[in-house]
């Protein structure tokens, strides 16, 4: 099993470029989120979705929007980069909401 | 809304030295789980608990969570270069459906 698998590893962007940031799970999960890390501030819920069809904001949503395209793949949309959202990026899932999460090997953006 | 604070940021020990990490929610959480990232990483779930007082052991790991539930304790015994990365709680307050990371510890062991 792969486990959670996150594409690209890295990406440059310039301010106002969009993208999407790609995340699939082979564990069948019903719980997936997207977390951003800045150094000394931890992880950062940015949206989650508890199960598939369903999506919420978390802790910082704007700027961003996600979509559950289906019980493996959740996907999170920069429509116009801005530096703030220079990061690294992790998804992350859960068989249910609350129980532990499995996290991917992160995508490192920057935005100049 | 929820904070949930980590002490120290920081803290760097001979190998061998016991080393603990704090965390500390402004309140009443419904569970708490432990991280660790290695540099370069991403995080790795340790563990959750979810009762009062309650304490677990994984070899040289002790968890507790506080008897009044806001706050818990990461103590590594002995520590390993091995056991260098961060360590992160993230905590989930009654009523709310995310958990809420706090910032973390950094620990570095010097062999």
């Known amino acids: 099993n792969a486990g959670v698998t996150q594409t690209p590893k890295f990406q440059v962007l310039k301010t106002g470029q969009s993208m999407t940031l790609q995340c699939a799970q082979d564990m069948n999960h019903n719980s997936m989120y997207w977390y951003r890390q800045d150094p000394g501030m931890g992880l950062r819920l940015i949206y989650y979705?508890?199960?598939?069809?369903?999506?919420d904001k978390g802790e910082v949503p704007n700027g961003y929007n996600v979509s559950r395209l289906n019980k493996r793949e959740f996907s999170l949309r920069l429509e116009s980069a801005a530096p703030s959202q220079t990061s690294v990026y992790f998804c992350a899932s859960s068989e249910a909401r609350y129980l532990e999460q499995y996290f991917g090997p992160g995508t490192r953006l920057t935005v100049t | 809304g929820q904070q949930v604070m980590q002490i120290p940021q920081y803290q760097h020990v001979q190998e061998g030295e016991d080393f603990t990490t704090y965390c500390n929610s402004s309140?009443?959480?419904?569970?708490i789980q432990w991280y660790k990232q290695r540099p370069g990483g991403h995080p790795v779930f340790l563990i959750q608990?979810?009762?009062?007082?309650e304490v677990k052991k994984q070899k040289r790991l002790t968890f507790q969570f506080g008897e009044a539930k806001k706050n818990s304790s990461l103590h590594i015994t002995a520590t390993q270069t091995t056991d260098v990365g961060t360590y992160f709680c993230a905590g989930r307050e009654s009523g709310r459906r995310a958990l809420t990371f706090g910032s973390g510890t950094r620990l570095q062991v010097q062999p």
């Open positions: 309140t009443t959480l419904s569970n």
């Open positions: 979705s508890a199960s598939e069809g369903t999506t």
């Open positions: 608990l979810v009762k009062s007082g």
